[in-house]
RNA sequence: GGCCCGUUGGUCAAGCGGUUAAGACUCCGCCCUCUCACGGCGGCAACACCAGUUCGAGUCUGGUACGGGUCACCA
């Protein structure tokens, strides 16, 4: 067989060479323990979790070493593609606080870097030359057998009970002559190009980063190359790619150690370097008491988007994932609960291998850990960026209310053991409500065992000796003295012991203030909280219960 | 079904032949306390199973079970 004369046939319009490609796309001259590595998401419009997860290994890694972080799109279905995903994608990701050192913009017609283009669909080009190089090293051929002609194989195997795909002798137009192969062209039938596999009883050996020694059968198949539309499956185009754009690791979920085989071939045939390959953890969620892969259609916590909604700081998000992916995370946190988190050297022989779950009740603690330890400052600016866009109602008050927001959200921030009330920002803006006359309301029931006249009577002896100058331990000593004045006891003890001899106790005073001024029974503490508020609104509050 | 990957409390996990088997989340109790939150103390709760190697096994080997992945002109 004329190799040579059969790569001319399939590709005639082809003849850039590999080495050109090689001087084009040398290697980065980059220090020897650089990592290179990058993200290849399809453009689905559909963010998940996973993606993040993956992402934030490879831009850790890499930039911990001094190396590089790149966005590469794998549009090579184009029937997946949905518009403006790109773009979406790209924004997700910076909320996240993951940047791209070079690769697709979500303008195609821009690119950033020198290996350039960044998306696949534009290296149309660059596969033809690697495709038709291997067709004339005979290492491919074209097959023309149709969808249902491989069903029918498939279903031959099946009945057999052998493997199924194209291999062996089911590849039947392994051996076509040029002649039949220039007459079915001729007539216009299409093809896809087929790497030409070999019968073989020897194994592969890769030292994965993350998992170890993995061993599998080598590759026997005939896979596609090309598809019929010219453009290569995932497996050519990763191989091609991570190698022209220099890739040193290759981050990707485990799904895809099955395919390793097809991969170590073709580094193998080309002989090209292999990367370090890195199979992370698939997310798993629980249910009915059993482990299962996150579903898009189920689980909205898969979706990126499901966190920029709810609000949930992207630095939680970060740290829970970070807990997830090298365990003595939560360790060093612990140990340095004041330093940024991108000052943990993450590592990754601390990467854990089984399928973590996605604990939601984890990440709320997590969350309400970083934002107890951010300047008011910082939740301000953070919170009102998420209220543009969720909550725009919200977005006003903040801004009209600047400063008093500002002193709401330092409202028992101060102290060494700062409280933990916020969650996340959907949640913020509920808990601080009370904070705005435009969206304060009463929420918690006036304590029943408490009459009516005896509550104005509370109201009204406080009002009469509040002054808003007093520190916060001088307006204690007078809500001691109210409550003695009245009637109630001001130890909750004695109360307990002998409530017929009092009205109730200072809980109640203090929870009718409570509720008074902030509509909750549960809130933070009243002087600090009446501070913020002002004494106009103080005063108001009270009023309006006589 | 073939091939792969995995399996320590409900969850995330430490552990690298000898431990009372860490820690975090959740839940429960107590303390602190004007409520809540915070914080402190304590509690419940685990090495999937069976063989083997060894003086000794969560740790090594083999098998079983269970879970997951993959077997496309999808990535």
Redesign the pocket.
């Known amino acids: 067989m004329n190799y040579q004369l059969l790569a001319d046939i399939l590709f005639p319009d082809v003849t850039g060479t590999p080495e050109e490609l090689e001087a084009k796309y040398p290697e980065r001259n980059l220090p020897s323990n650089a990592i290179v590595t990058r993200i290849?998401?399809?453009p689905?419009g559909f963010v998940h979790l996973g993606n993040l997860y993956n992402a934030l290994i490879g831009e850790r890694l890499s930039h911990q070493s001094g190396g590089v972080f790149y966005l590469r799109i794998?549009?090579?279905?184009q029937?997946?593609e949905v518009d403006g995903a790109v773009d979406m994608l790209i924004r997700a990701m910076d909320y996240f606080q993951i940047r791209f050192d070079e690769g697709a913009v979500a303008d195609k017609t821009q690119t950033n870097g020198r290996y350039a283009p960044y998306y696949?669909r534009q290296r149309k080009e660059i596969y033809q030359i690697m495709a038709k190089f291997l067709t004339q090293q005979g290492r491919a051929y074209p097959?023309?057998?149709?969808?249902e002609e491989?069903d029918q194989i498939?279903e031959q195997q099946t009945a057999n009970?052998q493997?199924?795909?194209?291999y062996g002798k089911y590849a039947v137009h392994r051996n076509l002559s040029i002649e039949e192969i220039q007459e079915k062209i001729n007539a216009g039938m299409?093809?896809?190009l087929r790497y030409r596999g070999e019968e073989t009883d020897k194994?592969i050996c890769v030292q994965d980063a993350i998992?170890?020694?993995?061993?599998?059968?080598r590759n026997r198949?005939d896979?596609?190359l090309l598809?019929?539309?010219g453009?290569?499956?995932?497996?050519f185009?990763?191989v091609v790619d991570d190698h022209f754009m220099r890739s040193t690791h290759v981050i990707r979920?485990?799904?895809?150690?099955?395919?390793?085989p097809m991969h170590v071939e073709l580094f193998d045939v080309l002989n090209w370097k292999q990367p370090v390959y890195c199979?992370t953890?698939?997310l798993?969620k629980?249910e009915d008491?059993?482990?299962?892969?996150l579903s898009k259609r189920k689980d909205p916590e898969l979706a990126l988007a499901y966190y920029q909604q709810e609000g949930i700081c992207p630095d939680a998000v970060r740290e829970f994932l970070l807990?997830?992916?090298n365990?003595?995370f939560?360790?060093w946190r612990?140990a340095n609960p004041e330093l940024d988190c991108q000052e943990f050297l993450y590592t990754i022989?601390?990467m854990?291998?089984?399928?973590?779950?996605?604990?939601l009740?984890?990440l709320?603690?997590?969350s309400?850990?970083v934002l107890?330890r951010m300047p008011a400052e910082t939740l301000y600016i953070g919170w009102l960026a998420w209220c543009k866009e969720y909550h725009p109602e919200f977005a006003e008050l903040l801004i009209r209310y600047h400063d008093r927001s500002i002193a709401a959200l330092n409202v028992?921030r101060t102290?060494k053991?700062?409280?933990?009330?916020l969650e996340n920002w959907k949640q913020a803006c509920e808990f601080m409500k009370f904070y705005y006359q435009e969206t304060f309301a009463i929420q918690d029931e006036m304590p029943e065992e408490i009459d009516e006249a005896t509550r104005k009577a509370v109201f009204a002896e406080y009002l009469k000796t509040y002054d808003h100058t007093d520190d916060?331990s001088q307006w204690?000593t007078k809500?001691k003295a109210l409550t003695e004045k009245l009637g109630f006891a001001v130890?909750?003890k004695d109360y307990k012991k002998n409530p017929e001899q009092y009205k109730g106790n200072?809980?109640h005073?203090?929870?009718m203030?409570?509720i008074a001024l902030t509509g909750?029974?549960?809130?933070?503490?009243?002087?600090e909280v009446s501070h913020v508020l002002g004494e106009e609104i103080v005063r108001e509050r009270l009023t309006a219960w006589i």
């Open positions: 290849g998401p399809s689905t794998e549009d090579t279905d029937k997946r696949q097959c023309f057998l149709t969808a491989i498939r009970k493997d199924p795909g194209i299409p093809w896809v194994f998992r170890g020694k993995l061993e599998m059968p198949m896979f596609v598809k019929s539309d453009i290569p499956t995932y497996h185009a990763h979920g485990e799904e895809w150690i099955s395919s390793l199979h953890a698939t798993m629980i008491g059993k482990k299962r892969k807990t997830l992916l365990s003595n939560e360790e612990m022989q601390k854990s291998i089984s399928g973590a779950l996605v604990d009740d984890k709320r603690d997590i309400k850990d107890s028992g102290a053991k700062p409280r933990k009330d916060s204690f809500v130890k909750p200072i809980v005073v203090t929870n203030l409570r909750r029974a549960n809130a933070p503490d009243l002087w």
